[in-house]
């Protein structure tokens, strides 16, 4: 069965990331992954699908931004599978020589959108952003969300960054920001096309935000495959017919060199 990440008591410290719980180690046969807060729905399906496959194999699924799971595999955190929304991130595990290069593998894309309520009224281009009635824009942080980082450079884009200043809600992920809106606590929200699709009854797309890098999704055994066989053999998984199939249930696309 699935199972809550549940870390050694050693690192407490690493609360302050907001992602761990002080209880008791993994078992041997755990295998734990860290994944971007934007594939939970998939991937809880794809680890259920996984364990079915490998009797006696328990996975561990540990969701949040990019940037903190990074954070926290580098002080130490135990995870044996990274997957991270962006390429940048999974770049900067690599030069600090955190996972497995050879293992790397893009599984999935997706795309930026700007979301608003349900029954809110739609912008019809990122500029209507500055009109009066979008009084609170939630976006993920763009120092530790992905996300953010790909709406950012869009509102840099448009010439919009420093104008909506005073309206960004900053939210510790896409999933953070994606609720904001749903509970109509912001008046629009940047989030990928996935996670609007997750709350289709609560908020509407209402542009499809074009972002300067394609969005893509790499994913990567920590450490080395040779000491972590069946961290390599479930980032192969995610691209296993059945795991593609998921992937697009939820609204990924397949990823395109």
């Known amino acids: ?151 950012k450079q869009a509102l840099v884009k448009a010439k919009l960054w420093d104008t909506l200043q005073p309206r960004l809600v900053q939210a510790q992920n896409v999933r953070q920001a994606l609720d904001y809106v749903a509970r109509g606590e912001a008046e629009a929200g940047f989030v990928y096309a996935t996670d609007a699709a997750s709350q289709a009854t609560k908020v509407k797309v209402a542009l499809s935000v074009p972002t300067a890098t394609p969005v893509r999704y790499p994913a990567a055994a920590v450490g080395s495959c040779k000491q972590k066989p069946a961290a390599c053999d479930f980032v192969r998984f995610l691209s296993d017919p059945q795991s593609r199939a998921t992937l697009a249930k939820y609204g990924f696309s397949a990823a395109t060199p």
């Open 1 to 151: 069965m699935i199972r809550p990440f549940r870390p050694h008591s050693r690192f407490a410290c690493l609360l302050a990331f907001g992602a761990f719980a002080c209880t008791t180690g993994a078992r041997a046969d755990d295998l734990t992954v860290s994944a971007a807060a934007s594939l939970t729905n998939a991937f809880t399906d794809i680890a259920k699908a996984y364990e079915a496959q490998h009797a006696g194999t328990h996975v561990n699924l540990n969701f949040a931004a990019s940037d903190v799971l990074l954070k926290q595999i580098e002080q130490g955190a135990p995870a044996d599978v990274f997957a991270s929304a962006d390429e940048a991130t999974m770049d900067r595990a690599a030069s600090a020589g955190r996972i497995d290069a050879a293992s790397r593998r893009d599984f999935a894309a997706n795309s930026l959108a700007l979301i608003v309520p349900a029954d809110g009224r739609s912008p019809a281009a990122l500029g209507d952003l500055a009109h009066d009635e979008y009084k609170r824009i939630a976006i993920g942080n763009p120092d530790s969300v992905p996300a953010g980082r790909y709406a």
